[in-house]
């Protein structure tokens, strides 16, 4: 298992702040954003490759698509706005 945490306007727009998926060999950040955006319209919108989030992996931010292992748990935060 992966646990998934969503943060910022993307809980609201999923409806959802985390979630537990089933482990797959093979798993990487860019694998699972593009399974996640599979579900339907409103994930496939909010987690478009267009707009601007951060990946999170084990509390460190990821710049490029790296491999997750079983137990990581894997943030996705959208920009912070205000002053």
């Known amino acids: 298992m992966i646990k ?10 999923l409806n ?4 537990q998926l089933d ?20 994930w496939a919108e909010a987690l478009a490759e267009k ?8 509390q460190q931010v990821v710049y490029q698509p790296v491999a997750i292992k079983e137990g990581d748990e894997v943030a996705i935060l959208p920009p912070v706005t205000g002053g």
């Open 4 to 13: 998934i945490r969503y943060f910022g306007s993307l809980k609201e727009t």
């Open 16 to 19: 959802t702040t985390e979630e």
């Open 23 to 42: 482990w797959e060999k093979g798993l990487t950040t860019d694998k699972l954003l593009q399974d996640l955006r599979q579900r339907n319209e409103v």
């Open 51 to 58: 707009n601007v989030f951060r990946l999170v992996v084990n």
